[in-house]
């Protein structure tokens, strides 16, 4: 039979395993907004240039039999096509009959919008691929993070009534005194870097208690990663949605030199991320099932510090 110890072990791994799919679900989710809003404007653009298409195809197309018609010769929109230097054309149109040079220059431009066009629609059928690949990530990485947790789950429903209780306290017990330790006063030396890093820990404070939801940004629950993005906000300063992004979303000093605000990254693949609150302390958005709250900094592996600008 199990201890608790073993169970308590195993549950650990496995939110941390669903943690990782979380913050590879909101990176996906992050490019898939990016995506949609390039693809809403080049779509637009493909609109309008192919608008302009028509415009100049039938101005190029009524000037070039307006002048077949007085002049019986061959159909300068043709005479360009088939012209081995369209340039030197051009100019000798531009030259000798101003109709000639007026049907030229339109076609030159429409050729100029067809290629334009063509690279666009090839870039749109890029989009739609890449689109396509990214939706596969973020619904396998749903996936992944939902049979995470409902292994989880199903480990600690075989816990007896006792057993979950002890698990419960020892976290309520850690919680408290963690919330105990950073309350105590800090030296002016060891404050927030910046007002915008009091505005972030003071934005972060107060969602203490809020549930731990993976892909969530507030307000009414988070992720690690969805806590740092909405306290920095607060703050005038937007993040990168996910832990890995945040871990390059400023200076990287050494955790000697924290300072209540700044982000700390937590393990080698920093999949999971909190924030800075002084006196060795972290407020993070710990595993599902849990609440944003204290936590001594070191009680996971730190990766790296970053202060935002």
């Keep these: 039979m199990q201890t608790t110890g073993d169970v308590q072990q195993q549950v650990d791994a496995l939110y941390a395993q669903a943690e990782v799919a979380g913050q590879r679900y909101d990176g996906a989710r992050e490019q898939e907004r990016a995506l949609l809003r390039r693809a809403v404007l080049l779509q637009q653009h493909i609109a309008e240039e192919q608008q302009q298409v028509n415009t100049l195809a039938a101005t190029v197309g009524s000037l070039a039999s307006a002048e077949y018609r007085q002049g019986g010769g061959m159909d300068p929109l043709m005479q360009l096509m088939f012209n081995a230097d369209p340039q030197d054309y051009l100019e000798r149109a531009t030259h000798a009959d101003q109709a000639d ?19 666009d629609r090839a870039e749109a ?11 596969q990530t973020i619904a396998g990485s749903k996936a992944e993070a939902q049979r995470r947790l409902g292994a ?21 017990d850690a919680a408290g005194a963690a919330a105990q330790a950073a309350g105590e006063a800090l030296p002016p030396d060891q404050g927030p870097a910046s007002d915008r890093a009091a505005a972030a820990l003071a934005a972060a404070r107060g969602e203490l208690g809020k549930p731990y939801v993976y892909g969530a940004t507030g307000p009414g629950a988070f992720d ?11 703050a005038g300063v937007s993040l990168p949605r996910t832990s890995q992004g945040q871990a390059y979303a400023g200076q990287r000093i050494p955790l000697s030199r924290a300072r209540p605000g700044d982000l700390v990254i937590y393990y080698g693949d920093m999949h999971h991320v909190g924030m800075y609150a002084g006196n060795g302390m972290v407020i993070h958005a710990p595993y599902p099932g849990a609440r944003v709250r204290y936590e001594r900094v070191d009680d996971m592996p730190v990766a790296a510090v970053v202060r935002p600008a």
């Design 101 to 119: 040079a007026s049907a030229a220059l339109s076609l030159q431009d429409l050729r100029g919008i067809q290629r334009r066009l063509t690279q």
């Design 125 to 135: 059928l890029t989009q739609l691929s890449a689109l396509e690949l990214l939706q």
């Design 152 to 172: 989880a789950q199903a480990l600690l429903g075989s816990l007896n009534d006792q057993q979950r209780a002890t698990i419960q306290q020892a976290e309520s």
């Design 224 to 234: 690690c990663s969805g806590l740092m993005y909405w306290s920095w906000h607060h």
